[in-house]
């Protein structure tokens, strides 16, 4: 997974924040912080890195309460609960002080040095650059499953990029100024790239590997998550409904 860098051709940005969601990624959390770290020095002239525990009940929030000790850029958001993956990346942005904004989960399925990549690719007019999976690496229910929700919300949303659940992505932080999110659950990826399309945001994808998760287990493919992902989207469809009849 881990790449040689080259650090005379890797462009640099102003200031950038970096933020992962995490939900009992122990076994993943701490390397993924201290690879950001690594990336990081050679990507931005200022920058922090968050870490959103989503209620972990594992030995996340340790690990995450040690590395605080060693890098001064490492904030920690404690949720006292689980409150779900939307509200981590709300929170996430929230907190996001710098010009640039990337996250990506906290799970290793995503190798953070491909930062670069996108980073390569925000030029001037570029609003959002936007992560694919060049191959999912997952069992192949989960692939199934992935594929019939991103053309379902293809269909619901007129989605227009390849990838609506690759969860690397590069932002400006201003365009948040004007793209208001409200999901606390899964359905959040469906509701960010819509309002980013809507608000006439300039994207670029980049393609991106995908790999086998090492350890602890998705929340997404669960049942009941799915359900409430599934209810999410369908309120955001309406709402986004009755506010265009408004206009």
């Given amino acids: ?13 102003s200031s950038l924040s970096v933020f992962f969601p995490c939900y009992n990624d122990e076994g993943t959390i701490g390397s993924t912080v201290l690879k950001s770290f690594d990336i990081l020095r050679e990507v931005a002239s200022d920058y922090e890195v968050i870490v959103i525990d989503d209620g972990s009940k594992d030995n996340s929030l ?54 670069a990549d ?3 690719r925000m030029t001037e007019g570029v609003d959002v650059v936007n992560g694919y999976k060049i191959k999912r690496s997952d069992p192949m229910h989960r692939k199934i499953i992935g594929r019939l929700y991103h053309n379902v919300m293809k269909i619901l949303f007129n ?3 390849r990838d609506v659940d690759c969860d690397f992505r590069l ?4 365009i948040f100024d004007k793209v208001h999110l409200e999901s606390n659950d899964g359905g959040i990826c469906v509701e960010l790239v819509k309002k980013c399309q809507d608000a006439n945001l300039k994207f670029v994808e980049v393609p991106v590997h995908h790999y086998y998760r ?17 209810k999410s989207v369908m309120r955001l469809r309406l709402t986004l409904m009755k506010n265009g009849r408004e206009r």
Avoid at 74 to 101: E, S
Wanted: glycine residues 6%; hydrophobic residues 35%.
């Fill in 1 to 13: 997974m881990d790449k040689q860098m080259n650090p005379e051709s890797k462009p640099k940005l």
């Fill in 62 to 115: 340790r690990i995450l309460e040690e590395l605080k000790k060693h890098y001064k850029e490492l904030k920690v958001i404690k949720h006292a609960k689980n409150m779900g993956y939307g509200a981590a990346l709300r929170d996430g942005f929230l907190n996001a002080t710098k010009d640039f904004i990337f996250y990506t989960d906290g799970d290793g399925q995503y190798d953070v040095y491909e930062l």
């Fill in 118 to 120: 996108l980073i390569s």
């Fill in 159 to 161: 989605i227009k990029i």
């Fill in 171 to 174: 932002f400006r932080r201003n």
């Fill in 214 to 230: 090492m350890s602890g287990s998705s929340q997404f493919f669960r049942v009941s998550r799915i359900y409430r992902s599934l």
